[in-house]
């Protein structure tokens, strides 16, 4: 490489370090926040959630407007790391017959060992819990998923998985 090369590329970069700083400067200067004083008007915002607290449906009604249909179509977020065919583990056990089945009873998964300390079973009232927020119910499982935050996705998702099994 010859000197007139380095110079080009020396050149370059330094020119692109100095536009840089006068563009920050300029910036600055058109900007400062510290020069602006007081806003003008603020917008009062009171408890900053929606104005009509949701209504909570029981559990009870809500698994028995559930919809298997709509649980298969929740479901596909979960086949990432779970099948559905029995003794099919992937990341995750299986979940055909999960439904009333003990905790840690997938045939060939190892379990982690944080499940069997929050229940036996996995009841519709469990699954509920445990879809909403892995990590809270089960504080040491290796799920990473987050969670479904719509009560009724939980719910289909739960009739889905009852309806595998006859």
């Avoid at 090369?5 to 900007?31: N, P, Q």
Wanted: proline share 5%.
């Amino acid at each position: 490489m010859d000197t007139m090369t380095i110079t080009k590329i020396s050149a370059g970069v330094l020119g692109a370090w100095l536009v840089l700083l006068l563009g920050k400067w300029a910036g600055e200067e058109l900007y400062h926040s510290a020069a602006h004083g007081e806003p003008s008007y603020s917008i009062a915002v009171e408890g900053g959630g929606s104005a009509e607290p949701e209504a909570e449906i029981p559990f009870e009604e809500r698994m028995a407007a559930a919809s298997a249909e709509n649980g298969a179509k929740v479901f596909r977020k979960c086949t990432a790391c779970h099948k559905a065919e029995q003794g099919a583990n992937a990341t995750g056990p299986y979940l055909y017959g999960v439904v009333g089945r003990p905790i840690d009873a997938a045939e060939g998964f190892a379990y982690s060992g944080a499940l069997e300390a929050s229940a036996d079973v996995w009841t519709p009232e469990n699954l509920y819990a445990f879809l909403e927020n892995p990590k809270g119910w089960a504080p040491g499982t290796t799920m990473g998923f987050a969670g479904l935050n719509k009560s009724e996705d939980r719910a289909d998702v739960i009739a889905y998985l009852d309806s595998l099994d006859d």
